[in-house]
């Protein structure tokens, strides 16, 4: 099992940017591929982006395409979700994820086993 912890949300105005952070211990990070997904209220759990555990590998879910940059430093065993040019309807909790198998790589929430507690986003129109 891998420990994730989130951080970085928070309130921003519509076209406002922030940056999410999400530290992981109790694995081989460099490892495993990470995964952010996200929640509004009402709604179910979506996917948000992935990247590979070499960092070489990434996608994003067609509402954040051009406008959300994940990211990784192995070295701090850290992924990152820039996001940027945001609109209120990207208001959710957003959430890390790792998967439950190393070397994998996927965008289903199905196969990730570990998850943060989830941050805030709230975006102000």
């Known amino acids: 099992q891998v420990q994730l912890v989130e951080s970085g949300g928070g309130l921003v105005q519509a076209g406002g940017s922030l940056r999410l952070s999400c530290a992981a211990s109790g694995r081989t990070f460099s490892s495993y591929a990470m995964g952010w997904f996200r929640q509004a209220p009402g709604k179910e759990r979506e996917f948000v982006a992935a990247i590979s555990w070499s960092g070489r590998r990434t996608d994003y879910s067609d509402s954040v395409k051009g406008r959300f940059t994940i990211s990784r430093d192995n070295a701090k065993n850290t992924v990152y979700l820039q996001m940027n040019s945001l609109k209120p309807e990207d208001t959710a909790v957003y959430y890390c994820?790792?998967?439950?198998?190393?070397?994998?790589?996927?965008?289903?929430?199905?196969?990730?086993?570990?998850w943060g507690q989830g941050t805030q986003v709230t975006v102000s129109s």
């Open positions: 994820a790792a998967p439950t198998f190393a070397l994998s790589y996927s965008y289903n929430q199905a196969d990730f086993g570990s």
